[in-house]
C-alpha cells in the first residue's frame, strides 16, 4: 500500500514542544478561474524535526514529501478523528533568485583540452 503526499505551499504557522514540531502550510488551486485554499498541518519528528526547528519559518515557500496519518481524539462532541500529514523531507523554495557571482579574474591557460 503506498501513502505518499507532495505538497508547495506557504508555511503560515508554526508550533514546536519537545516531541514535536508541527507547520500549517497554505496552497492554492486554481479550477474554473476560482482559487480555492487548502490548509495542511505537517508534523515532524526525530531527525526532521530538529532540522525543521532552525529552517523552517513563517512566511517561507515551501516543498513537502510525506505522508497521511490520523489521530483518535476525544472532544466535546465525543470520539472524531485528526487527519495530519507526517513530514519525511521537505525542500525550502527561494522566493528570489540569488544574483549571478561575479567574474572571476583568474587568467585564462589556453592549453586546457576542454
Known sequence: MINKVFFEGKVIETNEND???TFLVKSEET?????????????CFKKVMEKAK???KK???IFVEGRLTSRKKEGQNGI????????EKYI???????????????????????
Open 31 to 43: 479550477y474554473n478561474e476560482n482559487t480555492y485554499e487548502t490548509f495542511t498541518r505537517f508534523v
Open 19 to 21: 516531541k514535536a514540531f
Open 59 to 61: 512566511g517561507q515557500d
Open 80 to 87: 472524531f478523528y485528526n487527519l495530519e500529514a507526517v513530514a
Open 54 to 56: 532552525g529552517e523552517v
Open 92 to 114: 525550502i523554495l527561494a522566493g528570489k533568485a540569488t544574483p549571478p557571482a561575479t567574474p572571476s579574474t583568474t587568467p585564462k591557460d589556453d592549453n586546457i583540452p576542454f
